[in-house]
């Protein structure tokens, strides 16, 4: 091969190579901005103790008093 055809090859080879570089790219920021609500509602949940020196000794009393 000639010197002008391998240069011509390594020059077009090298073009290509930028163009399919040039659609590839990304942005990126220091600032964010998120807002989410999230609604669990009311949770059920009973206390008791065997030791308890009040009346909430069980779990049937303890269920009482929510």
């Known amino acids: 091969m000639k010197l002008k055809t391998i ?3 390594g020059v077009m080879s090298l073009a290509g190579l930028g163009l399919v570089g040039a659609g590839a790219h ?3 920021t220091t600032t964010t901005t ?3 609500t999230i609604n669990a509602g009311t ?3 009973a206390l008791w103790a065997n030791g308890a020196t ?3 000794t ?3 009393i ?3 008093y929510r």
Do not use: D, G, W
């Open 7 to 9: 240069a011509m090859t």
């Open 26 to 28: 990304a942005v990126f």
């Open 34 to 36: 998120s807002a989410q």
């Open 43 to 45: 949770p059920a949940m």
């Open 54 to 56: 009040n009346t909430c």
């Open 58 to 60: 069980t779990e049937a």
């Open 62 to 64: 303890a269920k009482a």
